[in-house]
């Protein structure tokens, strides 16, 4: 006998499984995919560099104009742009004491010792998720410096994600919630459990809100010990929002069936028994829904777990973000650069709006 699902929530169900709208784009962040590619990447080439500077100065990435830091100086201009023997070749000059400052004087560029065109590629490739071998190939510091851009996109992100969302709640009145341990649930008809060197030691608990396109998803890993339980109910308290309907797989649906405050809750059991034809494909519209965290799964099992908590954090930025990931970050650079250094405000931001 298939177990009773309120009409309501099969409404809510149907939704989830068979239709998914097409995402909007975030006011303020330039909505084309290939904005690198059509915008920047032409200014990456050499001869191009000034061009490359307007147009960071343009994007509030690189200061627009500089005061002489020179606490003995006493002029009241304003420092010239000039063309100099250096890495960006442009910098800052002040005609009355001739003190120098690099363009990238106090940016996200600042630590980083490279051309501004490297560390323009590497912030896509981090976008694109590309692996760091993709950067300076036998070059050891060029895979060092890459490390380190990647490292400074992933903690841009963190600041935005806990900056837009707090606590990152999830689901709301009526909105499916899907709640899944990778690798034990039902988030892959196929894992490839078996070929993994380590068998998956590494569990993760996934809570994917249904509302946004693509899903939102909210991951953490798990201990593995015999607390785990109450630390999943806690997880699901602390994340999905009361009156969310929540999915999800047959060993989690004893641990959650009676949570307080949350709407109804039905096992993926339940929700295939709804299957027309016994075809698997509410099975399958999950698999699609989970197939990126999935990917992101089966990567972090290699990484350490600091590497693979910053790994999580990162699909939850490329899940809300990665539609038009490179102009993101680009805007949430500018946004946390301005945060950490609250004396020079970047510009506003001038992205068309369409
Ligand atoms: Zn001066």
Redesign the pocket.
Same mark, same amino acid.
């Given at each position: 006998m298939p177990p009773d699902i309120s009409n309501r929530t099969r409404v809510s169900v149907d939704k989830l499984l068979y239709s998914r709208d097409v995402p909007s784009i975030m006011p303020g962040v330039c909505s084309d995919p290939n904005f690198f590619e059509t915008t920047v990447e032409p200014l990456l080439v050499a001869g191009r560099e000034g061009d490359l500077c307007e147009w960071l100065k343009k994007n509030g990435l690189i200061a627009k104009e500089q005061k *002489?830091p020179?606490s003995k *100086?006493l002029?009241t201009d304003k420092m010239q742009w000039h063309r100099a023997r250096v890495v960006d070749k442009f910098n800052w000059m *002040?005609l009355? *004491?001739?003190?120098r400052v690099p363009v990238r004087n106090l940016s996200f560029f600042a630590d980083f010792k490279c051309e501004l065109s490297y560390a323009l590629r590497v912030i896509d490739g981090w976008c694109k998720n590309m692996p760091l071998s993709d950067f300076g190939g036998e070059c050891k510091n060029k895979v060092n410096l890459a490390k380190r851009i990647y490292t400074a996109c992933t903690q841009v992100s963190e600041w935005q994600l806990k900056k837009i969302v707090g606590d990152f709640k999830l689901g709301g009145p009526d909105v499916v919630v899907i709640v899944d341990v990778f690798p034990d649930g039902n988030m892959s008809l196929e894992v490839p459990t078996t070929s993994h060197n380590n068998n998956f030691s590494k569990r993760v608990l996934c809570i994917a809100d249904t509302a946004h396109v693509p899903v939102r998803v909210w991951a953490s890993l798990l201990d593995g010990s015999n607390k785990e339980n109450s630390k999943i109910v806690e997880m699901v308290k602390n994340h999905v929002m009361l009156g969310s309907t929540i999915v999800t797989n047959e060993m989690l649906y004893p641990l959650l069936h009676n949570l307080p405050g949350i709407g109804e809750v039905i096992s993926t059991e339940a929700l295939m028994n709804l299957d027309i034809n016994h075809d698997h494909k509410s099975l399958k519209n999950l698999e699609t829904i989970w197939a990126t965290t999935v990917e992101a799964c089966i990567h972090l099992q290699d990484l350490s777990t600091t590497l693979a908590e910053q790994h999580l954090i990162e699909l939850q930025w490329r899940q809300m973000y990665g539609f038009v990931a490179f102009p993101s970050l680009i805007q949430h650079i500018v946004e946390y650069t301005a945060y950490q250094n609250p004396k020079c405000p970047p510009l506003p931001s001038i992205w068309p709006t369409n």
């Amino acid at each position: 006998m298939p177990p009773d699902i309120s009409n309501r929530t099969r409404v809510s169900v149907d939704k989830l499984l068979y239709s998914r709208d097409v995402p909007s784009i975030m006011p303020g962040v330039c909505s084309d995919p290939n904005f690198f590619e059509t915008t920047v990447e032409p200014l990456l080439v050499a001869g191009r560099e000034g061009d490359l500077c307007e147009w960071l100065k343009k994007n509030g990435l690189i200061a627009k104009e500089q005061k *002489c830091p020179n606490s003995k *100086c006493l002029t009241t201009d304003k420092m010239q742009w000039h063309r100099a023997r250096v890495v960006d070749k442009f910098n800052w000059m *002040c005609l009355a *004491c001739k003190k120098r400052v690099p363009v990238r004087n106090l940016s996200f560029f600042a630590d980083f010792k490279c051309e501004l065109s490297y560390a323009l590629r590497v912030i896509d490739g981090w976008c694109k998720n590309m692996p760091l071998s993709d950067f300076g190939g036998e070059c050891k510091n060029k895979v060092n410096l890459a490390k380190r851009i990647y490292t400074a996109c992933t903690q841009v992100s963190e600041w935005q994600l806990k900056k837009i969302v707090g606590d990152f709640k999830l689901g709301g009145p009526d909105v499916v919630v899907i709640v899944d341990v990778f690798p034990d649930g039902n988030m892959s008809l196929e894992v490839p459990t078996t070929s993994h060197n380590n068998n998956f030691s590494k569990r993760v608990l996934c809570i994917a809100d249904t509302a946004h396109v693509p899903v939102r998803v909210w991951a953490s890993l798990l201990d593995g010990s015999n607390k785990e339980n109450s630390k999943i109910v806690e997880m699901v308290k602390n994340h999905v929002m009361l009156g969310s309907t929540i999915v999800t797989n047959e060993m989690l649906y004893p641990l959650l069936h009676n949570l307080p405050g949350i709407g109804e809750v039905i096992s993926t059991e339940a929700l295939m028994n709804l299957d027309i034809n016994h075809d698997h494909k509410s099975l399958k519209n999950l698999e699609t829904i989970w197939a990126t965290t999935v990917e992101a799964c089966i990567h972090l099992q290699d990484l350490s777990t600091t590497l693979a908590e910053q790994h999580l954090i990162e699909l939850q930025w490329r899940q809300m973000y990665g539609f038009v990931a490179f102009p993101s970050l680009i805007q949430h650079i500018v946004e946390y650069t301005a945060y950490q250094n609250p004396k020079c405000p970047p510009l506003p931001s001038i992205w068309p709006t369409n």
